[in-house]
């Protein structure tokens, strides 16, 4: 069964700080997808990444993707309280078809 | 606004009723995916479609049922409902029939009393 681990669950951030959300998953899959959830709403797609060393940067976030390594990479740049938010990372399974199985998501707060 | 419409936005019943969440998909996309969120489970994938036939199921009760028309809108049937049953009901799509980006719609929160 596939696993898709997300750390931390929970990041409480300052403005102006960096730092990293990891997706660990357990299967061999080469595509890997960063979604945004703000409260009650639905889930937007952020980044899509579709091989080996892929990086993707819009605004503030950057992500990349490590096959070998299994681990994808979402870095926060100077953050600002417009991404708070819960992230959540997916991957396709291949035994399940072609469904997305997404992690727990990380839920982030940015305060001042 | 992603282009995958759902119906309705909120939904109260009881325990033991049947209910009906419906989906309309993005403009010329051929699959249609069924997910649930929840507080403990986070968001499960339940089941897809692909031009009306069923192609991948997840962890969907047998209490839980799904068909895709010929018009390619979707339909998810909850039966004999449970108080763990009350989420967040997510209809998503995308044109291929494996694989790529998903599209979600607004979801349908189901409140079971």
């Known amino acids: 069964e596939l696993k898709v681990e997300q750390n931390p669950l929970f990041l409480s951030m300052q403005e102006g700080k960096n730092y990293t959300i990891y997706c660990n998953y357990s299967?061999?899959?080469?595509?890997l997808y960063w979604y945004r959830q703000d409260p009650g709403k639905s889930l937007e797609s952020l980044f899509v990444?579709?091989?080996?060393?892929a990086v993707k940067q819009e605004g503030r976030l950057m992500a990349s993707l490590d096959t070998k390594a299994r681990l994808s990479t979402l870095h926060i740049t100077a953050a600002v309280h417009d991404l708070s938010a819960t992230y959540f990372c997916?991957?396709?399974?291949?035994?399940?078809?072609?469904?997305?199985?997404f992690g727990k998501g990380t839920t982030l707060s940015v305060s001042s | 606004d992603s282009g995958v419409t759902q119906t309705p936005k909120h939904l109260i019943t009881a325990t033991g009723q049947r209910v009906t969440l419906r989906c309309s998909p993005r403009?010329?996309?051929?699959?249609v995916y069924w997910y649930q969120q929840s507080l403990d489970q986070g968001l499960q994938f339940l089941i897809q479609?692909?031009?009306?036939?069923?192609?991948a199921k997840g962890n969907i009760l047998e209490r839980f049922s799904a068909q895709q028309f010929p018009d390619l809108h979707s339909e998810l049937n909850l039966s004999s409902l449970e108080l763990g049953d009350s989420a967040l009901y997510f209809c998503?799509?995308?044109?291929?029939?494996?694989?790529?980006?998903?599209?979600f719609g607004e979801g349908s929160r189901l409140t079971v009393l």
């Open positions: 998503a799509s995308s044109p291929y029939n494996g694989g790529g980006e998903l599209f």
């Open positions: 299967t061999t899959s080469d595509r």
């Open positions: 990444l579709l091989s080996n060393g």
């Open positions: 997916a991957v396709e399974d291949g035994q399940a078809g072609t469904a997305l199985i």
């Open positions: 403009s010329g996309d051929l699959s």
């Open positions: 479609y692909y031009n009306g036939e069923e192609r």
